[in-house]
T-cell receptor
Framework: GAGVSQSPRYKVTKRGQDVALRCDPI?????LYWYRQALGQGPEFLTY????????KSGLPNDRFSAERPEGSISTLTIQRTEQRDSAMYRC??????????????FGPGTRLTVL | AQSVTQLGSHVSVSEGALVLLRCNYS??????LFWYVQYPNQGLQLLLK??????LVKGINGFEAEFKKSETSFHLTKPSAHMSDAAEYFC?????????????FGQGTILTVHP
């Protein structure tokens, strides 16, 4: 079946603009995660959802970052008033269940964001 | 809070040689441990994971890792490297409990395999 997809794959924007990054998880997966990966580093947790409920947003760097998953499927990560330091690879992952046991997280290909 | 340290940002081996990628973690509770591999322009793919039970875990593509609680380590090995193993490898920990689902990753190790 189809894996996790993300769009756009590449986004170049100017400082101060808002961007919206989309994640389409594997069908039926309950949990959805967002990570940010700087060049030369491992992914860093941002937030995650079970169904449409945002369970943890402790990794969001500041209030310019927000995420939603209104129907429990597709999720959007929005960055307002982008800054150059926001440039990174943004990765989405999904897993079968949000309860019990360490589920395998399946990752999408990522969105490479460049803020000029 | 948990953390992961991968010793060596770059490892180079000859084809057919042993692969050893090191990972040490810190966690206040018994952790769940993962190794992911990332090929260029692709998402991270799970190689193997440790949850409970047997401390030697076998994964895909001939890789295995051993959980050693006393050493807080989860090193990844493969007896004989193949050219197709060239990629970036990430070790990750999930401390569970209230942190369930929040993977903490190491900085990654780039594996180069030369003929």
């Amino acid at each position: 079946g189809a894996g996790v997809s993300q769009s756009p794959r590449y986004k170049v924007t100017k400082r101060g603009q808002d961007v919206a990054l989309r994640c389409d998880p594997i069908s039926g997966h309950v949990s959805l995660y967002w990570y940010r990966q700087a060049l030369g580093q491992g992914p860093e947790f941002l937030t995650y959802f079970n169904y449409e409920a945002q369970q943890d947003k402790s990794g969001l760097p500041n209030d310019r970052f927000s995420a939603e998953r209104p129907e429990g499927s597709i999720s959007t990560l929005t960055i307002q008033r982008t800054e150059q330091r926001d440039s990174a690879m943004y990765r989405c992952a999904s897993s079968v269940s949000g309860t019990g046991g360490p589920d395998t997280q399946y990752f999408g290909p990522g969105t490479r964001l460049t803020v000029l | 809070a948990q953390s992961v340290t991968q010793l060596g940002s770059h490892v180079s081996v000859s084809e057919g040689a042993l692969v050893l990628l090191r990972c040490n973690y810190s966690s206040s509770v018994p952790p769940y441990l993962f190794w992911y591999v990332q090929y260029p322009n692709q998402g991270l793919q799970l190689l193997l994971k440790y949850t409970t039970g047997a401390t030697l875990v076998k994964g895909i593509n001939g890789f295995e890792a051993e959980f050693k609680k006393s050493e807080t380590s989860f090193h990844l090995t493969k007896p004989s490297a193949h050219m197709s193993d060239a990629a970036e490898y990430f070790c990750a920990v999930d401390a569970g409990g209230t942190s369930y689902g929040k993977l903490t990753f190491g900085q990654g190790t780039i594996l180069t395999v030369h003929p």
